[in-house]
């Protein structure tokens, strides 16, 4: 660890917190009752002025086996310009039939359109988010793309229709297909070839 994630690291201790050394980044798992509570003592108290980025992870089936325990969480990415250094937050949701966490849009406004995106693509909830609706997908889509039980090929599809002049939406008519790679070659492909001789 180098003296600065160190520092970062003994500081973190000192406040009460818990942090995870592993592979040179340093990483804080909190209930989700403790998420904006951490964030903002991370904030006020540690001086990690700028969220880096948000996103929505999908536990479920992690690693191809089983996870024991909550399968929704948020990562977050901040980042400290006056220290140099970075540490991620994660916080699970409690329920995964309907994943909530609190809203980090009050403390970094750069959360806002991430914390749309979670939600859109995970389908977690952020209470205290003023404007919390689909930002990639279309408003009529159902379901969250991201999450491990969607299908791949998704519901239905779209196509315009020039008899409607529209786009309709219909069920989906990818049949499934083997992806194995076919190779084609010429018979005798790899047969030596004998030289010419001239005469």
């Given at each position: 660890m180098t003296p600065?994630?160190?520092?970062?690291?003994?500081a973190l201790n000192d406040i009460g917190l818990a942090p995870i050394e592993r592979l040179g980044e340093?990483?804080?798992?909190?209930?989700?009752?403790?998420y904006l509570s951490t964030a903002e003592r991370l904030k006020s108290e540690?001086?990690?002025e700028q969220l880096?980025?948000?996103?929505?992870?999908?536990?479920?089936?992690?690693?191809?086996?089983p996870r024991q325990g909550p399968?929704?969480?948020?990562?977050?990415?901040?980042l400290s310009v006056r220290h140099n250094v970075r540490v991620r937050l994660r916080a699970f949701c409690p329920d995964d039939e309907f994943p909530v966490l609190p809203s980090l849009l009050e403390l970094w406004p750069s959360a806002n359109w991430y914390e749309r995106e979670a939600f859109d693509l995970f389908g977690i909830m952020f209470e205290g988010h003023p404007d919390l609706r689909r930002i990639l997908t279309d408003y009529g889509f159902i379901g969250h793309p991201f999450r491990k039980d969607f299908p791949l090929s998704g519901h239905v599809e779209m196509r315009y229709d020039p008899e409607q002049r529209r786009v309709i939406y219909q069920p989906v008519t990818i049949d499934p297909r083997e992806v194995t790679p076919r190779i084609v070659r010429e018979p005798n492909y790899a047969e030596e070839i004998s030289p010419v001789k001239n005469g």
């Open positions: 600065r994630l160190q520092r970062l690291f003994d340093i990483t804080l798992e909190v209930a989700a009752a403790d540690l001086g990690f880096i980025d948000l996103c929505g992870v999908d536990y479920g089936a992690y690693a191809d086996k399968r929704f969480a948020s990562v977050v990415h901040l």
